[in-house]
């Protein structure tokens, strides 16, 4: 069965760079895409990141590009998040998850149910 491991979150402060890690299990990772998603409070998830399975190719929401880097690291079954230049409204639950992203027409999606238990990052002085 996969098994998806989120961590790195913690408190940080607005301009912090803290790093997220994903490990996977259960599935051959080299075969798929992986993606990080975020739900703040009161608000609905959604797609931050997104990596294709060579690491070739990647995508990114408006608000974190150019801010954040997913990355991946076959060899170690592992999705890394790097985060630069934290702002309050990062402060979410992170999460990641296998598979390719598709557009509804409103939003970004991942089909499947392969989701970890997510690291919360919260942003504040």
């Known amino acids: 069965q996969v098994q998806l491991v989120e961590s790195g979150g913690g408190l940080v402060q607005p301009g912090g760079s803290p790093r997220l890690s994903c490990a996977a299990s259960?599935?051959?990772?080299?075969?798929?895409?992986m993606s990080w998603y975020r739900q703040a409070p009161g608000k609905e998830r959604e797609l931050v990141a997104a990596?294709?399975?060579?690491?070739?190719?990647?995508k990114y929401a408006d608000a974190v590009k150019g801010r954040f880097t997913i990355s991946r690291d076959n060899a170690k079954n592992t999705v890394l998040l790097q985060m630069n230049n934290l702002k309050p409204e990062d402060t979410a639950v992170y999460y990641c998850t296998r598979g390719s992203v598709y557009y509804s027409g409103t939003y970004y999606y991942t089909p499947g149910n392969f989701w970890g238990q997510g690291t919360q990052v919260t942003v504040s002085s």
């Open positions: 990596i294709t399975n060579t690491g070739i190719t990647t």
């Open positions: 259960g599935c051959t990772f080299s075969n798929y895409g």
